[in-house]
């Protein structure tokens, strides 16, 4: 950074100080001596101010006047008093030139002339193509670390695309070139990150799976040697089962979150399908306020999963009561599922949703499940842009309420 702001700071000034002296040269050579009337005629009164000494020596076509002949401003008088050449206007805006012999006396008047043409528009043309050039330097000096950061942009959107093939293209000009080659190099490990726990879902996948259906077959065949012992394997080996399925499907959310898709589809029927689902399973009272036909543009398939995992949730954690709701508010969709359990303490809030967290009191082991059901609804909820919070319930127990965008 300091490099970054040394190298401006630089430019800046190198840049000013050019074009400054370049455009005083060039005005002083160039504008200022254009030639025209009134300043030519202005050289000729100098060289006749020094060179005639008498109005016997004017010619005819000139004519020496009494200087007090003319109400002269104070200034004015001093000017001509002092050798000076003046120059004054008349009504028709033509220049006079004015000056005094040497016995200062004796006035000598030329004119009338033309004005000189203004140089206020060749003064600012000058000032617009010194700004005009000071911009191009900054440009040049700016393209490289233009190029960079768009450079930052395109491999940030590769990765979250899912694009491992990071590209590299570094700019030796850039003054944040070291910063670009630290960046690559992030992104190469966060590529490689993401690589390896591909790698790590296909090898759990295909690595244990393949034991494990052997030491279920193993004990199936010793079922009726040692029933007790075989048993309680049995259930070691079903949780274990149970535990790398949850864990290949949170894992696998990352990798489908790369083909994700969206799709208008009717919300309150997809409600109201899981709310069935769950009534056909639960003994609890279950009360609904389920508005009608509310479109939304999303996944169906992962807001099913959403709604499916927060009813699981209320279902097991629940006392008697599991209370739904959904409706539409100001081009949002709010879903709020209840329960009348324990509840969630008010400090564990933020850790429900992370990944393997299950709380002492309510989420405990006896009940199932390995903390991973509201790490994928929080997920999945921020692939829609939306929301997720944990809420104490009027029923008294945990109340988790959704928002997604329309």
């Known amino acids: 950074m300091v490099r970054l702001l040394i190298s401006l700071y630089l430019v800046v ?3 000013i100080i050019v074009i400054n002296q370049a455009s005083d040269y060039v005005w002083q050579n160039w504008v200022t001596q254009a030639p025209d009337e009134l300043r030519h005629a202005t050289q000729v009164a100098n060289v006749m101010q020094a060179h005639i000494t008498s109005p016997e020596q004017l010619q005819a076509s000139y004519q020496g006047l009494d200087i007090d002949s003319i109400a002269w401003l104070d200034e004015q008088r001093t000017q001509l008093l002092n050798g000076e050449v003046l120059t004054t206007y008349n009504a028709q805006g033509q220049a006079l030139l004015s000056f005094l012999l040497i016995d200062n006396f004796t006035l000598v008047q030329l004119g009338p002339f033309l004005p000189s043409e203004p140089a206020s528009n060749k003064l600012y043309l000058f ?10 330097v900054l440009i040049v000096w700016l393209r490289p670390l233009w190029l960079d950061l768009m450079q930052f942009k395109r491999v940030t959107e590769q990765l979250a695309q ?4 990071v590209e590299r293209k570094t700019s ?7 910063l670009t080659e630290q960046f690559h190099i992030m992104a190469q ?3 490689n990150l993401m690589t390896d726990q591909k790698q790590l879902v296909n090898a759990v996948s295909h690595e244990l799976r393949t034991p494990l259906a052997r030491l279920k077959f193993a004990l199936a065949m010793l079922q009726s040697a040692q029933p007790e012992q075989v048993s309680g394997m049995q259930q070691d080996v079903q949780e274990m089962e149970s535990l790398i399925d949850e864990m290949l499907s949170y894992a696998r959310l990352e990798i489908a979150g790369e083909q994700f898709s969206r799709e208008e589809f009717d919300l309150s029927e997809l409600m109201q399908a899981q709310l069935d689902k769950l009534r056909g399973l639960s003994s609890k009272e279950i009360t ?9 543009n999303a996944n169906a398939h992962y807001l099913a999963r959403v709604i499916q995992n927060l009813l699981q949730n209320a279902d097991k954690y629940g006392a008697s009561q599991i209370e739904v709701s959904l409706r539409e508010v100001e081009q949002q969709v709010i879903i709020v599922v209840e329960d009348d359990g324990e509840g969630i303490a008010e400090d ?3 850790n429900v949703f992370m990944p393997f967290v299950r709380l002492e009191k309510s989420r405990n082991k006896h009940l199932g499940g390995y903390g991973l059901g509201l790490a994928i609804v929080k997920k999945i909820v921020s692939w829609h842009k939306g929301q997720c919070v944990v809420a104490k319930s009027k029923l008294g127990g945990a109340s988790f309420v959704i928002t997604l965008p329309k």
Do not use: M
Request: zero cysteines; glycine letters at 6%.
């Open 348 to 350: 564990q809030y933020e």
């Open 172 to 178: 030796r000009f850039s003054a944040i070139s070291y």
């Open 189 to 191: 490990k966060v590529a």
């Open 162 to 165: 899912g694009n491992l093939n």
């Open 288 to 296: 609904t306020s389920i508005e009608s036909d509310i479109k939304v």
């Open 127 to 136: 000032k617009f193509i010194s700004f005009l050039v000071l911009g191009l």
């Open 13 to 15: 000034i190198t840049s």
